[in-house]
């Protein structure tokens, strides 16, 4: 149980172009989701956090404009990355929750290159 | 502010060993921690988690103790396989009160040779 998934798993797309990076949760409601960003040999670092049917918090650094979270549904959040820039490639993996006091469910992440 | 620290950052043995990650956190006001495992160009799998009030959590060959008094954890692999070779996060969930917001360490990575 608790499957997360993330879509798509690789996009590779000009500069300047926006792209939408989607996480489910299959088989649980999600009332929290989280989008991280990693690095090549780096750790994953929080980029927002997302409560259904709220707005979105983001963390220090983490451009509000440029990175958009929409979490309509208790199943469904969506990040689109606005004019996306080669600084913006990395693999970005999004989790959702339940509560607050149970884990989160990882995606599979989603392999982003702007050429 | 947290920072959660994991030594060493590349571990290769030989199948069949056992070995120990380690992960160090700064501040003790922790209410769980979790060990996930990470596949090249994967999600993260999670592996096991210790509760704040808990010593140790076992699954299978996986062993993962906590002290959050000196602020560390360590997993144990008994036993280990060519398949366990993959990158190994630890990471610590604040007290409940400030929400759910995971501070990762950067990761041993572990390669088991046949």
């Known amino acids: 149980g608790a499957v997360v998934s993330q879509h798509p798993s690789r996009v590779i797309c000009k500069s300047g172009t926006s792209v939408k990076i989607e996480c489910r949760s299959l088989?649980?409601?999600?009332?929290?989701m989280f989008w991280y960003r990693q690095f090549p040999k780096q750790s994953l670092m929080l980029m927002a956090t997302?409560?259904?049917?709220?707005?979105?918090?983001?963390e220090q650094g983490v451009e509000k404009d440029k990175f958009l979270i929409n979490h309509a549904s208790l199943t469904l959040s969506t990040l689109t990355v606005t004019s996306a820039h080669p600084e913006d490639s990395s693999f970005y993996i999004c989790?959702?929750?339940?509560?607050?006091?149970?884990?989160?469910?990882f995606g599979d992440g989603t392999r982003l290159s702007i050429l | 502010k947290q920072e959660v620290t994991q030594i060493p950052a590349a571990l290769s043995v030989p199948e069949g060993e056992n070995l120990v990650l380690n992960c160090s956190f700064t501040?003790?006001?922790?209410?769980?921690l979790q060990w996930f495992r990470q596949d090249p160009g994967k999600g993260l799998t999670s592996l096991l988690l210790?509760?704040?009030?808990?010593r140790e959590q076992t699954s299978g060959r996986l062993n993962a103790s906590l002290d959050k008094s000196s602020g560390r954890s360590t997993l144990y692999i008994a036993a280990s396989q060519p398949g366990d070779s993959a990158t190994y996060l630890c990471?610590?969930?604040?007290?409940?009160?400030?929400?759910?917001?995971?501070?990762f360490g950067e990761g041993t990575q572990l390669t088991v040779n046949p």
């Open positions: 989790s959702g929750r339940m509560h607050s006091n149970q884990p989160q469910h």
């Open positions: 088989d649980f409601q999600a009332t929290t």
């Open positions: 997302s409560n259904e049917g709220s707005k979105a918090t983001y």
């Open positions: 501040d003790s006001a922790i209410y769980n």
């Open positions: 210790i509760q704040s009030s808990q």
């Open positions: 990471a610590v969930d604040p007290t409940q009160t400030s929400g759910s917001r995971l501070t």
